[in-house]
């Protein structure tokens, strides 16, 4: 079966260091979103791309947050400089062509990030 | 926003006995759909349900809409132990544009073997 691919699977860092996730969507799928989950706050869209546009961010803060699609086959979170408030699970998710929200999503199976 | 709210927040069950979950919204929907997520893994799409149908049924999963009243409940039948996870609703825009799904907090489900 085809599926979203996240790297890596688990990262712990210091406070103050560079942090880049990956995320490999499935191969066709055009859109493709970042969610971050925490107990607190649950499962929250920071960002997401059709045809590796951004076509909304505003989840995301922007001051220490990017998000990018150098090319079809990766997406990318960086966080610079990382906090431990960004410590959570960050999902990439991918879908096929069509209108957003009327096509199923497919999750990854999340980076845990812990900040130290 | 157009966020579900799913309830109960926890459920605990037996094996074999039926689960049932619900979902409000508050805007117009397109779609509405269900999701599964086990523990330390990534949500999984389980069904969609378009505005115009009522029900829908997907081996052991039942899903009723009312547009009326802005709901749908998710009914496990016949549940197993596998069953244990978590269950979100993500309702799908009418005027969906760019818009994308979002995830209320979603029912935690513990089956009992």
């Known amino acids: 079966d085809a599926r979203v691919t996240q790297t890596p699977r688990h990262k712990v860092t210091e406070m103050g260091q560079e942090v880049t996730m990956r995320c490999q969507p499935i191969?066709?799928?055009?859109?493709v979103f970042w969610y971050r989950q925490t107990m607190m706050q649950g499962l929250e869209l920071l960002a997401y791309?059709?045809?590796?546009?951004?076509?909304?961010d505003s989840g995301m803060p922007k001051d220490r947050f990017s998000a990018e699609m150098p090319d079809a086959t990766l997406a990318t979170l960086k966080i610079q400089p990382s906090e431990p408030r960004d410590s959570a699970v960050y999902f990439c998710?991918?879908?096929?062509?069509?209108?957003?929200?009327?096509?199923?999503?497919?999750f990854g199976d999340g980076t845990r990030l812990s900040i130290l | 926003s157009q966020q579900g709210e799913e309830d109960p927040q926890a459920l605990s069950i037996q094996e074999g006995e039926n689960a049932t979950m619900n979902c409000s919204y508050k805007t117009s929907i397109n779609n509405l759909q269900w999701y599964r997520q086990n523990s330390g893994r990534g949500l999984v799409h389980l069904i969609l349900i378009r505005s115009n149908e009522r029900e829908k049924h997907s081996g052991r999963l039942r899903v009723t809409l009312d547009t009326s009243k802005k709901s749908s409940s998710l009914l496990i039948t016949a549940s197993r132990a596998a069953d244990t996870a978590s269950y979100f609703c993500?309702?799908?825009?009418?005027?969906?544009?760019?818009?994308?799904?979002?995830f209320g907090s979603g029912t935690r489900l513990q089956v009992q073997p």
């Open positions: 191969l066709g799928h055009n859109t």
């Open positions: 998710a991918s879908g096929p062509g069509g209108t957003n929200s009327n096509q199923p999503q497919h």
């Open positions: 993500a309702p799908g825009g009418a005027n969906t544009g760019r818009r994308a799904l979002t």
């Open positions: 791309f059709r045809n590796r546009a951004p076509l909304d």
